[in-house]
């Protein structure tokens, strides 16, 4: 790229020929002016001038790798050559990876020893970060506005083979290294034998950066709850047909059990599907669909026999089968990830489309949560972290009462509170992680079961705290639709989707509870 001096750069200083320096690099904004959200005497005033400070305090990183890097026209001479944009490892630090803000990211980011990863870690955290960082974090705001996530954007998420690493078909080696099943493979040249839960994660985690719960709704929320069931229990043909259209991110799926009037309370639903002989007539309702507004296929949960748990069945259910109708919900935050209201009246559902055995289902949906849990966690978890982080940087720039926000020690005082609870539910999910990892998986749902629900309400209420800190540090801003509080503000109306899905913090803690006492009990039996 050509590089000017700051002289030349001065020389364009007229409202017909504007330049202007920002962190180095050289802009032409001449042809912008006119677009420019803040006005044209904005940018006249600092035309021929080094911009950083004043872009700095009132823009997002997001604007300038949208709007800012095409009308980059050079960089100042003698400029450092070292990128310093958000994924690059720090030239000074060079054992640290992303920004360097304190807690920012994990530990393990920032020089902290940990047994949990290794080079393949590593080799994916920089690839998924450099891709979020390009494809994804710069449209979020576009995306979320639009309540849309272009199909486009899944198919690339797909070809990255990330949508195979946060499915559960990555831990599996024999799926994974079923080219027919997963046709992309998995993500940074990964082999199956070497892919761990960590490295899923790992690629949740880089996606939820975005501090977007619609976008990583739009992109998995569905096929990470709705496809296991398919993997792992329904009949070869079925699960030839609908892996590998959902992991190429051409079709979707969408997880059917809540209901009006049965959420947490899964064994009390009410949608019926009648044995018809050679088919199942279903009927009934489902509720808060998360990508059910445009899935093709549905994981149904519904009732085949009497009532209870024993009672309930999976059914894969086709969106064009007829009867089936689907309608978008207008709700609070989750923007773009297609929250539904479905309907299935009189449908055909065949028998071949029964998932695992007849009256089992909630035994796979049980054993499916901990996996749903286990996203959720990952999620809000990052989503405070990315809180925390906004908070920190804006404190750091924004001025009251003649000092910087960081200055004052109630805001410091909100931020260490906002941190011990992020790195402790952290530090707790990684020895859950390892427990996913290392304990034979027939033992995980009794033994696991409990400590994930409790994570899991720690985790959101976690991220609930640290979006209430973050919006009243950011004020106003965090108030406002959009420009540096966007992330924020988008977040805080994201809570209660954390919160409430699967399972609610209530039920996740008694549950917690509940297990513990079971177990001990159980143990106490055995010593008899």
């Not at 049980?366 to 989503?383: K, P, T, Y």
């Not at 972290?385 to 805001?411: M, N, W």
């Amino acid at each position: 790229m050509k590089t000017y001096t700051v002289e030349q750069v001065a020389e364009h200083n007229k409202p017909d020929d504007i330049w202007i320096i920002i962190d180095g690099k050289v802009f032409d904004l001449t042809k912008f002016v006119n677009q420019h959200p803040g006005g044209k005497k904005v940018l006249v005033k600092m035309a021929g001038k080094d911009a950083s400070k004043k872009f700095e305090q009132f823009h997002n990183p997001a604007i300038m790798q949208k709007v800012g890097l095409p009308l980059q026209i050079g960089v100042i001479a003698a400029t450092s050559t070292h990128d310093l944009s958000i994924g690059t490892p720090l030239p000074a630090k060079q054992g640290c990876f992303g920004d360097g803000n304190p807690y920012g990211d994990p530990t393990w980011y920032q020089e902290w020893n940990s047994p949990y990863y290794n080079d393949s870690h590593v080799r994916l955290r920089n690839q998924i970060r450099a891709f979020v960082d390009k494809e994804l974090m710069p449209y979020c705001h576009e995306w979320s506005e639009n309540k849309r996530i272009p199909h486009e954007v899944v198919k690339k998420v797909a070809q990255m083979g990330i949508l195979a690493a946060v499915s559960g078909a990555g831990t599996n080696v024999a799926i994974a290294s079923n080219k027919a099943l997963v046709p992309y493979g998995l993500p940074a040249g990964l082999k199956p034998t070497e892919f761990d839960i960590f490295h899923e994660f790992i690629c949740v985690d880089e996606i939820a950066r975005c501090g977007s719960g619609g976008l990583l709704w739009a992109l998995q929320g569905g096929l990470a709850i709705a496809l296991p069931p398919i993997l792992y229990w329904a009949p070869e043909a079925i699960r030839n047909k609908v892996v590998p259209e959902c992991l190429s991110g051409e079709k979707f799926i969408a997880l059917a059990i809540t209901e009006p009037s049965a959420g947490s309370d899964v064994a009390g639903l009410k949608t019926t599907a009648e044995d018809m002989g050679d088919h199942f007539l279903l009927n009934g309702e489902k509720k808060w669909i998360t990508q059910g507004a445009y899935a093709d296929y549905y994981t149904v949960a519904c009732r085949t026999g009497g009532p209870g748990m024993g009672g309930v069945s999976l059914l894969l259910v086709e969106r064009t089968m007829p009867g089936v109708n689907a309608r978008y919900m207008d709700v609070q935050g989750m923007w773009g990830s297609g929250t539904s209201y479905i309907t299935f009246e009189d449908v055909k559902v065949p028998k071949t489309h029964l998932i695992g055995e007849l009256h089992q289902g909630f035994k796979y949906i049980m054993h499916n949560f901990n996996h749903e849990r286990l996203g959720i966690v990952m999620q809000a978890n990052r989503l405070a972290r990315v809180c925390i982080e906004e908070a920190y940087t804006y404190s750091l720039k924004r001025k009251t009462f003649g000092v910087r926000l960081i200055d004052h020690p109630v805001i410091r005082n909100k931020l260490g509170h906002m941190i011990r609870q992020c790195e402790a539910t952290h530090a707790w999910l990684e020895t859950v992680l390892y427990q996913i990892k290392t304990l034979p998986a027939e033992t995980q749902p009794a033994t696991l079961g409990g400590p994930i629900a409790l994570l899991k309400a720690q985790s959101t209420q976690t991220f609930e705290f640290c979006a209430r800190e973050a919006a009243q540090i950011f004020g106003g801003l965090a108030y406002t639709r959009g420009g540096q509080g966007e992330k924020v503000e988008r977040l805080y109306r994201e809570v209660r989707a954390y919160a409430i899905p699967g399972g609610s913090e209530e039920i996740m803690i008694d549950l917690g509870v509940r297990q513990a006492l079971k177990r001990q009990v159980a143990m106490q039996k055995a010593k008899l």
